[in-house]
């Protein structure tokens, strides 16, 4: 649904449900696949917390993922 929450008014509507939704159960919402500022924007003007997409990072390898958590250097680290 996000794909088309620019320009689709049935998106925005099912996006704006399913949060709804969430909230009254009292459940968290991870937005997949925010890719624009304005995809991020009205995600958070809907009380939407929590994303994932390419705005924020391209996929990248396990190894390189970890060194970002851990604040490495290191070229590789063991599994």
Avoid: W, Y
């Amino acid at each position: 649904f996000i794909r088309e929450l620019e320009t689709g008014i049935n998106s925005q509507a099912i996006v704006r449900a399913i949060l709804a939704l969430a909230d009254g159960l009292q459940m968290q919402v991870i937005a997949e696949g925010v890719e624009t500022e304005s995809q991020l924007k009205f995600l958070q003007d809907h009380q939407c917390k929590f994303f994932q997409g390419f705005l924020f990072s391209r996929p990248i390898p396990v190894n390189e993922f970890v060194k970002l958590l851990l604040g490495k250097d290191q070229k590789t680290i063991p599994a």
